[in-house]
Each structure stands twice: as structure tokens, then as C-alpha cells.
């Protein structure tokens, strides 16, 4: 975890919090002197089931087309096989079971004092983190929605054998997570963003290119 907290004055040499960021970690119990440092960046997070957790829901929606231009096949003779996939999903996530991220649970502690959002997390007297509750929770939900396109092509059967070329792409409109607050949720735009460790991507758009050959 990276502590908004640490070094909030820049005193080590790093750069000064905003204002807000300081008043908020001395009201956690932070030394006002700027002292504290997080040396070490693995914080021991506790997590578990919970007896409390109601069901998911979800509604989803799917469409796809399926194109293969036989007419094209018929005449180009370097072609054997053609076909273009394009799907398009939409699905809402209701009651979504997870843990909410350490980071962004500890980023929006120090940023807005949310008595949700903190609770759980102790600090000694010196401001170093020595307990981080994250158990298992109905965040409010996700909603994610994009478009898959695919494309494949082989090739004849040729003296040096028959080549196929997949291209799959992925193409992610949005992936939006509501998590609880005191303020009832608060929306996390994933898309684009990177978050965790080890890390976990959502890219806006990712692509895989394979080609395969086989001889007999």
C-alpha cells in the first residue's frame, strides 16, 4: 500500500499532501510534526467471509454478428476460410461480493474521513498502520459494458502446409464499481486504470494476434 499519510509535510523529501489530505491524517491519529514515514509499503491486510453478505443479482445483454463472405472465398483463391465476429455485452452486477481495494479504501479514508471507508483501519501512536480490516462486502454493484470483435482466416492447403491467423480484440467501454460509503456509494471508474498488487488492468482496449501452421 502506498499511505497518503506518509511524509505529508515532505519533510523526507517528498512532496507536501494538500492541505486537506494533512488535517484529515492528524484527525486518523497521524503525528501533526510530519514524522511519520511508511518505510515498509507491505501492510498486512486482514480479510474473510461475512455472515452479513446478500446474494448477487445481475441482468446482462448480448448481441453478435457473425459475418463469413463466401463470395469472397469463392474468388480469391489465397483464401480457404474468412470470418468476422463482433459482440456487443452489457451486464449489471447487483450486490457484487468482493473486498474493496486496500488502496482505494485507505486513498478515500484520507481524503474524506468516511467513517465506512475507515473503520478498521488502527494506527499506533507514531502513525504507522498496525491494523487494516478489508472483509468481504456487498459493494453496490458493477456495470461494465464493450465490444469483442474477432477476426480468423486460413488458408488454403499449400505444399509448405495450411496457416490460420486469429485476431481477437477487446474493446471496454466502461467498468464501473460502486463501493459503500457513509455517504451511501461512491462510483470507481475502472476503465483505463490499473489498480493493486500484484495488478490488476482494465485497458480500454487489448488485442491478441496469433498465427498457427500445420503440415501433414
Do not use: M
Not at 486513498?107 to 474521513?113: E, F, H, N, Q
Amino acid at each position: 500500500l502506498d499511505d497518503p499519510c506518509s511524509d505529508f509535510l515532505g519533510l523526507a523529501g517528498g512532496t507536501p499532501a494538500p492541505q486537506q489530505i494533512v488535517d484529515n491524517c492528524i484527525a486518523l491519529g497521524v503525528p501533526a510534526d510530519g514524522s511519520y514515514e511508511q518505510i515498509n509499503p507491505q501492510t498486512s491486510v486482514t480479510t474473510g467471509g461475512n455472515s452479513e453478505l446478500s446474494p448477487e443479482t445481475s441482468t446482462g445483454i448480448t448481441g453478435s454478428l457473425v459475418y463469413s463472405p463466401t463470395w469472397l472465398e469463392d474468388r480469391a483463391a489465397w483464401i480457404d476460410d474468412l470470418n468476422l465476429e463482433v459482440v456487443y455485452y452489457q451486464i449489471d452486477l447487483d450486490k457484487a461480493i468482493r473486498a474493496v481495494d486496500a488502496q482505494v479504501q485507505i486513498d478515500i479514508c484520507a481524503r474524506t474521513l468516511d467513517p465506512v471507508l475507515c473503520s478498521g483501519i488502527s494506527r499506533t501512536g507514531a502513525g504507522t498502520i498496525n491494523g487494516f480490516d478489508n472483509q468481504l462486502t456487498n459493494i453496490g454493484g458493477v456495470k461494465t459494458s464493450g465490444v469483442d470483435v474477432t477476426l480468423t482466416y486460413t488458408s488454403p492447403k499449400l505444399s509448405l502446409g495450411r496457416f490460420r491467423l486469429s485476431s481477437l480484440n477487446s474493446f471496454l467501454g466502461r467498468f464501473d464499481e460502486k463501493i459503500p460509503s457513509a455517504a451511501g456509494f461512491t462510483s470507481i471508474h475502472r476503465a483505463g486504470q490499473e489498480v493493486g498488487d500484484p495488478e490488476q488492468a482494465y485497458p480500454k482496449f487489448k488485442s491478441t494476434l496469433s498465427v498457427s501452421w500445420a503440415h501433414k
